[in-house]
Structures are given as structure tokens and as C-alpha cells.
């Protein structure tokens, strides 16, 4: 089993920004991404779908390229889907995303934090579980961007790129512009949660927005760190003589477009554009 791959899937392209944390951290591991952009985005549908979604996709790794574990790289998922998965799962090496919350509150000097994020995860109970523990010890400003995701999901499409790119900007203007006012002075927004994994994506474009000072907080890093862990714990990682580049030892999968799940793999992760297949829809 260590030699199997670790499976990772999101409704799209959002999470190839957690790919790229784990296979930093995890640099003998092959990995299996599966980008079901053909439903996305997830955030807008109801949470029978996307546990729907979910589960198939799970079982479709595991009976199809034998995963040994499996990355939720995504927040609605993870939201909508976790305990299910875990349920149908019990021995898989299982891990989701939830918006770093608790990280933040680290970082926060106003002890102000934006959360953004999608409708199905901000209004899930397992978000609303979370808020209401951390909640006495700062001020939350939650904010669902709706059609964010999917702009986001366009922007590296060839024809439509280039207006959801404009699309983005102006999305992420009126949200942070409802949300107040971001900054380091007592009151202000000095940390903003990105509790979507296509948002790291957008990250420019709130740098632009917001300026230098802010910090933006998302959940790759600790994410890879905790698979990481849960290999190491159940003797699963597979050891290397060296790293071997991602090319050799990922392979990504969408029922979307292929061309734009493959000019995603390159902008970001720097991958050629046979790494990307086009695939049915496991159902
Ligand atoms: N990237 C996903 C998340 O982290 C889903 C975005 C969407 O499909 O709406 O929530």
C-alpha cells in the first residue's frame, strides 16, 4: 500500500492550491488529483449533491487507482460530506479542509477576522459548530461570495478567461467592500480567512484590493503537514532514494474542460499538459 497514490479531489480547480502544499511536503508520494469541474462549482448546489458527488468520486479512486488516502481538498466538500465519507471509509487515511479559523485568531492583532468562503460551507452546520466555539475570541465578519468560484474556475479557460478575470476583481471588491473595512488600526479587518480552496488563486487580485498588510490565511500547508502525520502514523509513506519532480508522479483528471484544468497545471504548478486526461464522470 505505501507505494499507492493518495487520491485529492475538488469540484475543480481549487484544489491543486492544497496540491501544491502537499507535494512539497510529501515529495516521494505519488498523487491522483480529480477535478470535477463538469458539477462545479459545488458552493451554490445542495448538500445531498455534493455528498453525492463526494462519495462517488471517493469510491471511484479507491476501486479505480486504489488510493491509500484521500485529500477533501475542498471546503464545501469536506462540509457537506466528511462524516459520510468517513462512515462508508472507516480504514482510508481521510482528510478534509475547513477555513483556518484557528490559525487566524494566531495571527490577528485587531482580533478582527474576515471569513470568506462559499454558501454551502458558511451556512453548513459544521462551520456554524466552529464559529460558535471561537467566537469569544474575536469579532467574525462571514461573507459567502457566490459566483466567486466559478469565476475562478473560468479564469483559465481560453475563451472566457479573460472576463472572469475582470469578473473576479469586481466580486471580490463589492464582497470585501460589504464586509468593512481591512487594515491594521483597532476595528479593522487585519486577517481575512480564504475558506475556498479557489481562492488562494485569487490571491493577486486581493493583494491589490486590500494592499500589503493584510494577512491571508488558507489551509494548504497545515493540510499537507496533518497527511503527512496520518501516513507517518499508519508506516504509509512512501520512501524515495530522492524526490522525483511532480510530473513523474502526479496525474490529473477532469470531466470539465481539459484545456483549462491543463493551463491551470501549468500556471501553478508548472506541470505539461500530458499530465492532464480528460474522464468520465464516476458515478
Ligand atoms: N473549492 C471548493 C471549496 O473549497 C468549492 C468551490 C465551489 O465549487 O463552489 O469550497
Redesign the pocket.
Known amino acids: 500500500m505505501t507505494q499507492s497514490p493518495i487520491g485529492v479531489f ?6 491543486l492550491s492544497v496540491l501544491q502544499s502537499l507535494q512539497v511536503a510529501l515529495p516521494a508520494e505519488h498523487f491522483v488529483y480529480w477535478a ?1 469541474s463538469g ?7 445542495t448538500d445531498l449533491f455534493v455528498r453525492q458527488r463526494s462519495l462517488a468520486i471517493a469510491k471511484h479512486l479507491i476501486d479505480k487507482h486504489h488510493i491509500k488516502a484521500l485529500v477533501v ?7 457537506a460530506a466528511i462524516h459520510e465519507l468517513r462512515a462508508q471509509h472507516p480504514h482510508l487515511i481521510l482528510i478534509g ?1 475547513e477555513p483556518a479559523l484557528k490559525p487566524a485568531l494566531h495571527i490577528s492583532q485587531t482580533r478582527h477576522i474576515g471569513v470568506i ?5 458558511l451556512g453548513s452546520a459544521k462551520f456554524q459548530h466552529l464559529l460558535t466555539s471561537l467566537q469569544d475570541q474575536a469579532h467574525f465578519s462571514i461573507q459567502a461570495c457566490n459566483g ?3 469565476a ?2 473560468q479564469s483559465t479557460h481560453a475563451t472566457l478567461g479573460a472576463q472572469a478575470s475582470q469578473r473576479i476583481t469586481e466580486l471580490l471588491q463589492t464582497y470585501t467592500h460589504e464586509m468593512g473595512t481591512f487594515g491594521q488600526a483597532p476595528g479593522q479587518i487585519d486577517t481575512l480567512v480564504l ?5 488562494v488563486f485569487a490571491e493577486p487580485a486581493l493583494r491589490e484590493l486590500l494592499g500589503p498588510q493584510v494577512h491571508l490565511v488558507s489551509t494548504g500547508e497545515p493540510v499537507a503537514r496533518q497527511t503527512r502525520r496520518l501516513l507517518e502514523a499508519a508506516s504509509q509513506l512512501r520512501q524515495g532514494p530522492r524526490p522525483h519532480a511532480l510530473a513523474a508522479r502526479v496525474q490529473l483528471m477532469t470531466n470539465g474542460d481539459l484545456s483549462s484544468l491543463q493551463a491551470a497545471a501549468q500556471r501553478w504548478l508548472g506541470l505539461p499538459h500530458t499530465a492532464c486526461q480528460r474522464a468520465n464522470t464516476p458515478s
Open positions: 475538488d469540484s475543480g480547480i481549487g484544489g470535477d458539477h462545479a462549482p459545488y458552493g451554490e448546489k481538498a475542498c471546503n464545501t466538500a469536506t462540509a479542509v468562503g462559499t454558501r454551502g460551507t466567486l468560484a466559478l475562478i474556475e475558506g475556498c480552496t479557489h481562492y
